[in-house]
């Protein structure tokens, strides 16, 4: 069963910023992980509640688990991601 999604104000306003196909892409690959657990996800270190990053081309999705759903945090392009 897919996890549910929810998106902070902060997320929504990350990804209305990024242009239409790679929104896309991102809004794919976060389905995928949400249906079938597969992507390429890594704990950050340092970082409590656990933070987990999903990686989407040139776009990195931020997220907690929160077990029935996923609690989208941030979403940036790689160069802004981890400064």
């Given amino acids: 069963m897919a996890k ?3 998106w902070t104000e902060r997320a929504r306003g990350d990804l209305r910023s990024i242009d239409q196909p790679a ?8 389905a995928r992980y949400a ?3 597969e992507g390429n996800v890594k704990q950050l270190q340092g ?3 656990a933070l987990l990053r999903l990686r989407t081309q040139d776009h990195r999705i ?11 945090a941030r979403v940036l392009h790689r160069r802004e991601a981890y400064r």
């Fill in 4 to 6: 549910r999604i929810v």
């Fill in 35 to 37: 249906f079938t657990g």
């Fill in 62 to 72: 931020f997220f907690r688990d929160k077990g029935d759903s996923l609690e989208i």
């Fill in 47 to 49: 970082i409590e509640p």
């Fill in 23 to 30: 929104a896309l892409q991102i809004l794919r690959t976060l």
